[in-house]
């Protein structure tokens, strides 16, 4: 189709009209996920709008993942609730240790190429890296998707980000996100939507994509998508069941800006306290204490970024005194890999506490909480003040090999430089 | 949308959903009543003392980044709040404010200061305080049907689906 982006195309399909940037559209849903932070008002919703039957349950499935385990006797009670009505309207529910939503969504199949995926949690906009529209919805709109199955949506213009060659050693995806959000700003792509393109994507593993998918939304992004490629293909293969047919841009596609990143340029990053876009290079805040690391999220809670992790603390050996080391793999699956291969009985001999898969410390609804004054490193995706539970603590946010290299020194240092 | 008018309460650039209400207290509960007394609280903590019924919200850009939760604009409307007015908001935040039947205004909210006197009319915004007036941007349709409604699920409670844009 010539002249739309990813974005358009997937939107007119799945709205049966020619959809262009600007438009309000009304489309089916495929997918949508929804978790323990969102589908209890959903439910109030649902009810209160007279639903009585989920449209299409095959469609829907619940995530416990924001209190898991649950620290209280009320969020325990919002997952009964889930459990209950789950089992009676025959939607898919995964439960406490499972993991977090979104990255079972992306290990499940439940996001696949030119699908419309929505999650009922902003950080949905991460499934974009599977070629799919994906982005974050409220609990009102889940609620209508659970009634009727289909969303209003204001077609977003596109801002195409043309990647070009390889990251340097010691640079990383997150960097690259990093850098994305110096360049637009907290709120550079509003309403818009970010297409990833250009040769720079043959080096990018889909966990990388991932991880530029994931953070899309700090910059405002309503969705953040890639091409289909052998990576992909590769990723999909074994996990959907869903038959699908890839979605490319047409050659005359029109976008609203255009972004070039050299990824050899770059350089480690990171994001101080309490902006995503206030970032900075690892040798500009080299130094600044740390006292707790914490690795996991939807966006560096895979087993790649553990080894990545892992590779860093083993040349440093291991963690300073005093440092506080947080490990909380992204899915249980995830969990086992790490426990297969090795690596969780190297975390735990270097003293790390192991949390539960699923969102942990990321929000403060559970897991650990840093104290007053302390300063964090996190491979997350946020850092605004008290995001981890204590306003007055300090997150800031890089890779996970940088967060390693942190761990070492009991300060914020360069990853390549790390040795015992 | 009926007219309206009311005080202004103004707040600054990128106030996340968790400036306006915490995720930790709405772990103690999902219930606008409850929640609208820590509404700003960690940013403006003598706020929710002082909100009063037909307030309106003014701010800068990038209104109610952050985090989806949609407590953050039910706990505003608990406060009896009805419409935000802000330079640009976070797409999820304009969402939620749509299907609850909060208007959000998007205008050049900078000549605005704490206390103006407003009044609304559909996306115009007419500052009594300083005889200004501010062309916010109209509501798509269906966006208009849902927010005059009062949201969602007064919508629904006529419908069993969304009506086809035309
Ligand atoms: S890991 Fe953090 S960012 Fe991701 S869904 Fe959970 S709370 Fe949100």
């Known amino acids: ?25 009304v489309c089916t849903v495929d997918s949508a996920m929804g978790t323990d932070g969102s589908v209890p008002m959903a439910l109030d ?4 709008m007279g639903g009585t039957r989920v449209s299409d349950p095959s469609r829907l499935v619940f995530a416990l993942d924001h209190y898991a385990p649950p620290p209280t006797r009320a969020t325990a009670l919002l997952h009964q609730r889930m459990r209950d009505f789950a089992r009676d309207q025959g939607v898919a529910l995964w439960d406490t240790g499972e993991g977090i939503g979104h ?8 996001a696949w190429p030119g699908a419309l995926v929505v999650g009922a949690d902003s950080h949905a906009v991460t499934y974009g890296a599977l070629n799919c529209f994906a982005t ?45 959000a110096r360049e637009l700003g907290a709120d550079g792509a509003a309403y818009q939507a970010i297409e990833f393109t250009g040769s720079g994507l043959d080096s990018l593993e889909l966990e990388d994509r991932l991880v530029l998918s994931n953070l899309s939304v700090e910059m405002g992004a309503k969705n953040g998508v890639f091409p289909f490629d052998a990576r992909t293909a590769g990723w999909l293969r074994g996990r959907t069941r869903n038959s699908y047919s890839p979605v490319s841009s047409g050659a005359d596609a029109r976008y609203a800006r255009h972004v070039h990143i050299a990824l050899d340029s770059l350089v480690p990053l990171v994001a101080l306290p309490h902006r995503v876009d206030r970032v900075t290079t ?30 860093v603390l083993h040349a440093g050996g291991g963690p300073a005194p005093g440092v506080q080391l947080v490990v909380t793999p992204a899915s249980r699956t995830e969990l086992e890999t790490l426990a297969r291969d090795g690596s969780l009985a190297e975390f735990i001999a270097m003293g790390a506490v192991i949390g539960t898969p699923g969102c942990g410390s990321c929000c403060g609804t559970c897991g650990t909480i840093p104290g007053d004054g302390v300063n964090v490193i996190s491979t997350a995706n946020r850092n605004f003040k008290g995001r981890m539970g204590n306003s007055h603590a300090a997150i800031y946010l890089a890779s996970p090999a940088a967060c390693a290299a942190a761990a070492v020194r009991g300060a914020i240092a360069d990853p390549r430089e790390v040795t015992p | 949308m009926s007219p309206m008018a009311g005080r202004a309460r103004v707040f600054g650039d990128d106030i996340n959903t968790d400036y306006i209400v915490t995720s930790r207290r709405k772990r103690e509960s999902l219930d606008p009543e409850y929640l609208r007394h820590y509404l700003f609280e960690e940013i403006d903590p003598a706020f ?5 019924p037909g307030d ?10 952050g985090s989806a939760m949609e407590v953050a604009v039910t706990a505003v409307l608990g406060a009896g709040i009805h419409a935000v007015l802000a330079r640009s908001f976070s797409r999820t935040y304009y969402r939620n404010a749509v299907n609850n039947g909060l208007l959000p ?25 300083t005889g200004e007036s501010l062309p916010g941007e109209p509501l798509p349709a269906i966006m208009l049907a849902i927010v005059s409604a009062g949201g969602l699920v007064p919508y629904f409670r006529t419908r069993t689906d969304f009506d086809s844009v035309s």
């Open chain 1, 1 to 25: 189709m010539a002249g739309k982006t990813i974005t358009e195309q997937i939107l007119s399909g799945k709205s049966g009209r020619n959809a262009k940037a600007g438009d309000v559209v």
């Open chain 1, 45 to 48: 919703y649902f009810q209160a």
């Open chain 1, 103 to 110: 990255q079972l969504m992306v290990e499940s199949g439940r």
């Open chain 1, 136 to 180: 974050g919805i409220g609990s009102s709109d889940l609620a209508a998707i659970m009634k009727c199955g289909r969303i209003w949506l204001r077609v977003p213009e596109s801002i195409r980000v043309e990647l070009t060659g390889v990251l340097p050693n010691g640079v990383y995806a997150k960097d690259i996100a990093l850098a994305l």
């Open chain 1, 282 to 311: 690892l040798e500009d805040a080299a130094a600044t204490p740390v006292h707790m690391v914490y690795l996991g999220t939807c966006t560096g809670g895979r087993v790649r970024d553990f080894h990545q992790a892992l590779a």
């Open chain 2, 48 to 52: 929710a003392a002082t909100v009063a």
């Open chain 2, 56 to 65: 309106l919200l003014v701010a800068g850009a990038n209104f109610g980044c």
């Open chain 2, 105 to 129: 205004v998007v205008c050049d909210t900078s000549a605005i200061a704490e206390g103006h006197r407003l009044r609304l009319d559909g996306a115009l915004v007419y500052n009594e305080t």
